[in-house]
């Protein structure tokens, strides 16, 4: 009666509980409609990730069409006529023809172009050739003799004209009196550089037809 007691004691309680447990199973009631979603989360950015390596160098693009031609520039101004001669050398020529005296004391007077300045000359060496109509075909350098014994002499010098300060050529006769009539006086000035340079030296200044060959000067 003791035990009965007991498991009667122990199991009614127990039973009580299931039978509450199965109660309120059955009373469940049913599944309520979906919540709407929360709002997103901001979240703290993460630290940047290290930088790549540089990639491959892409190919060369293709050339780009040509521009226009640009338009022609002005023409340039034209430049200061040179002086006759080769190799610097410059010959001034006296066609005009004229007689001679007789006289030693008698001067004769021939001013160079303007552009034959007196540091030209100075720098230069100065060279003088004349023709006369009694032997025609000989050109003879001065100061010399000819071939009749007649001898001139002549000075180079500043004086002062028309067109300003310019350089003169004097000549006079210092002997005989063979000749009477100039046809022609040609004046060479040549730079001392050329004359230094031995190449230059080769030719005899007192033959006018190998020094116009040698200068190729024209008449």
């Known amino acids: 009666m003791k035990f009965t007691a007991t498991f009667t004691n122990f199991f009614a309680p127990l039973l009580m509980g299931l039978t509450i447990i199965a109660f309120l199973a059955s009373c469940k009631g049913e599944v309520g409609p979906k919540g709407d979603p929360g709002a997103p989360g901001v979240g703290t950015a993460g630290p940047a990730g290290a930088t790549g390596a540089t990639g491959a160098t892409g190919p060369a693009g293709a050339s780009g069409v040509a521009g226009a031609t640009g338009a022609t520039g002005p023409t340039g101004a034209q430049g200061v006529a040179g002086v006759s001669g080769t190799s610097s050398v410059t010959q001034v020529t006296y066609a005009t023809s004229f007689t001679l005296a007789n006289d030693i004391y008698k001067t004769y ?7 034959i300045s007196k540091a030209v000359v100075d720098k230069s060496i100065v060279l003088v050739y004349m ?5 025609p075909d000989y050109v003879y350098q001065i100061s010399g003799p000819t071939f009749y014994g007649d001898e001139f002499i002549y000075l180079t010098f500043s004086s002062n004209n028309s067109s300003g300060i310019v350089q003169s050529i004097a000549i006079k006769r210092s002997k005989g009196t063979f000749f009477k009539a100039v046809t022609k006086v040609r004046v060479l000035i040549i730079p001392a550089a050329n004359l230094v340079n031995g190449r230059k030296a080769a030719v005899d200044h007192s033959n006018y037809e190998a020094v116009k060959e040698y200068y190729d000067l024209k008449e």
């Open 109 to 115: 007077y021939f001013d160079l172009p303007s552009y």
């Open 131 to 135: 023709q006369f109509s009694e032997n």
